[in-house]
């Protein structure tokens, strides 16, 4: 499509700075949407025709995961505002693609990291002491909230899958 190298780093830079203040702090502030959205005005203006994918990009993801967001909760608003700036940047391909890899990846993190827990808890329990191995397998509710499994920030998931999906097309 002819994107120039430097919006596509731009882009990367942005995605990478989002996961890790998303990490830190479990927010993914307004600037970095904006940024990633002022790429994609960008792209559009050099190559007009993209915009047949892009625009409906923006909203491919975004509205469905405000209407999760909203009826059951989970999803931040950062993560939905990223995911329409990546959108409008990718456009819809790219960004399904992107969006895929991202829950897979934070699907496989869930799973190891309470395989992890299991493993952990059991190498601690006295062998044969059932009653000490039930209480080492609940190991994992007595990690603070910020670190348990079931509470994670999902922007680093997303920077990776739309970093992959941007880098593969």
Same mark, same amino acid.
């Given at each position: 499509?002819?994107?120039?190298?430097?919006?596509?780093?731009?882009?990367?830079?942005?995605?990478?700075?989002?996961?890790?203040?998303?990490?830190?702090?479990?927010?993914?502030?307004?600037?970095?949407?904006?940024?990633?959205?002022?790429?994609?005005?960008?792209?559009?203006?050099?190559?007009?025709?993209?915009?047949?994918?892009?625009?409906?990009?923006?909203?491919?993801?975004?509205?469905?995961?405000?209407?999760?967001?909203?009826?059951?909760?989970?999803? %931040?608003?950062?993560?939905?505002?990223?995911?329409?700036?990546?959108?409008?940047?990718? %456009?819809?391909?790219?960004?399904?693609?992107?969006?895929?890899?991202?829950?897979?990846?934070?699907?496989?993190?869930?799973?190891?990291?309470?395989?992890?827990?299991?493993?952990?808890?059991?190498?601690?329990?006295?062998?044969?002491?059932?009653?000490?191995?039930?209480?080492?397998?609940?190991?994992?509710?007595?990690?603070?909230?910020?670190?348990?499994?079931?509470?994670?920030?999902?922007?680093?998931?997303?920077?990776?899958?739309?970093?992959?999906?941007?880098?593969?097309?």
């Amino acid at each position: 499509e002819g994107v120039p190298i430097i919006t596509i780093l731009f882009f990367i830079l942005v995605l990478i700075l989002a996961g890790i203040t998303d990490t830190i702090t479990r927010k993914i502030p307004d600037l970095f949407p904006v940024l990633i959205a002022s790429a994609a005005v960008c792209k559009l203006i050099q190559h007009p025709a993209s915009a047949a994918r892009a625009i409906p990009g923006l909203f491919l993801l975004s509205i469905p995961m405000l209407l999760l967001a909203l009826k059951w909760g989970g999803l %931040g608003g950062g993560d939905i505002k990223l995911t329409a700036a990546c959108g409008l940047f990718l %456009g819809a391909d790219a960004l399904l693609t992107g969006a895929f890899l991202a829950a897979l990846f934070a699907l496989l993190t869930l799973f190891l990291h309470r395989a992890l827990q299991k493993i952990i808890a059991l190498l601690y329990a006295p062998h044969g002491h059932t009653s000490s191995k039930k209480q080492a397998l609940d190991v994992h509710r007595k990690i603070p909230p910020r670190s348990s499994p079931d509470t994670f920030p999902f922007g680093p998931f997303l920077a990776a899958g739309f970093i992959l999906a941007a880098l593969a097309g």
